[in-house]
């Protein structure tokens, strides 16, 4: 077995690994991801394949994201036919996803999309970690993941040529992380997940993201009661003493819906109290104004309250029911009546799925005390319109819930409403970016490496490599990887070597590039192996060069 990997190599859209099984003839993708960004980085997506696509077998697919599966439709246009395996619930986001990038560039149509073939991996009697057949000595495990909704990692098992203690045929795994969620079994925080799993402890290598493996997320921003203090406080400043609008850009797809899920937890908490805080006679009116998210609704509401075969459920948060009031099927049926369109009363709140163009933005302007809008970055779409009229005026507040790029309209607006040097007399923000972030911090990427469980008489040496961050993330993750492997803890898994992940052919059987190993590469690892601390390697290094 070899891999190469082929995206995110660089950054962190675009993710592609591409695996070829030599016993069996077999080439598969995990992934098939749109470079987004930069005019530089997009360009990317126009670049030719370096596989021929009509040869992939497989796409294994971790989750919906458009910079995991946004040129699967481009695939299928140049000769793919094999089956993109995945969960159901990323099945169909995937759909509505590609869809409405399918009307927004040209590289595919919608009958490209159409033309996917899809085998959702959880049908009739499903638990997780179950094991498929893809070839003789070849097959997958499917993993929940917390990242977003059908999201999963990905294990891939093969038999090598040589032969283990017992007499059969040894087998190796990799397992690919995807995008690596912020819950875990103490905490789960943010509204919807539950916690994901960690890779097996035999597992020969782990693929894992860094996105934020730079980063260590403050403790304050992992409190799901802190995070809903913060909502209510901008509630009541905005709504009940200002008398103004709060304005919510979001993505469409899993972020808007836990907005909803928080303020349906707001509202149970309202009703609660003997004072409540937002009294005024009559329900607090949310307007959903996003035809996608309200698309996507009707995924959640069909697949949020599905539970595996031992009966559990097989994503919700098993918090969330008690928080705001209601079970999984009562939450679900919010989504379905959302999504298709229908207006959901509940006590103390209603909320609207509104869509359409500016009279519809009008009307729910005057309606709304809340409105969440689509796109996330407000360069388009509902959003854009209603900063357009919201934004100056101070009474109204704007409320950041996920990530803006230096260049979009929304980050723009808060950057100017925020500068101490400006004369602002706009709208107020309210950063809340940090406590919804679906991305694990540096201290979950490490626990999802090393956290064994308890399970570690099946451990094995695990060679990691670092795909899908920047690269001083990528850089800072390696050394903090270097330090918890090298205090070497009773209950840690063991990491033998960590490689930033190149475009180069790796043969996983040999542990070896196709080229030879690069000798920096080698030296980090013999130093590594006689117990030298990544200060001491760092140091030695530097003094070589």
Known sequence: MKVKFVGAIDGVTGSCSWLKHE???TQLLVDCGMHQGTHDTQFKNHEKFPFRPAEIKYVLLTHAHIDHCGLLPRLVKEGFRGHVYCTAATRDIAKLLLADSARQQNDYKQHHVDQIKWHAIDQNDFSWRKMLRLADGLSVNFMRSSHVLGAAMVSIAWQTSEIDESGKPLLKSICFSGDIGCQDKTNCYLPLM????????????????????????IPEFKVAQNRQAA????????????GGKLFIPSFSFHRAQEVIADFIWLAEQEASED????DQGRPLRVALHSSLATKLCKVFGQYLGARVS???????????PERIGMSGEQLSKVFRELGSGRTVSLPGLEIEPVSGGRQDADRARDWADVIIASAGMCDHGPAKQHLDELGHDPKNTLLTTGFMSASSAGKRFVSHARDPDSDWKGAEVVEMSHYYSAHGDQTKLLDHIFNLEGYTSFMRE???????????????????????????KPSDRRVSDIQIANGQWFNLDTGCYEDGPRPEDELKKAMFEKGLSAEDVKKLIEQLS
């Open 23 to 25: 016993a069996t003839n």
């Open 194 to 217: 539950k916690d994901g799993f960690e890779p097996f402890p035999n597992a020969d290598y782990l693929v894992v993201e860094s996105t934020y493996g730079a980063t260590v997320r």
């Open 231 to 242: 909502l209510s406080d901008a509630v009541e400043r905005t709504v009940f003493s200002k």
């Open 275 to 278: 004072e409540p805080m937002f």
């Open 310 to 320: 031992s009966g559990k459920y097989q994503y919700l948060n098993n918090e969330l």
């Open 462 to 488: 695990t060679v990691v490599f670092i795909n899908h961050g920047e690269s001083n993330g990528k850089s800072v993750f390696r050394e903090a990887i270097e330090k918890r492997a090298s205090e070497r």
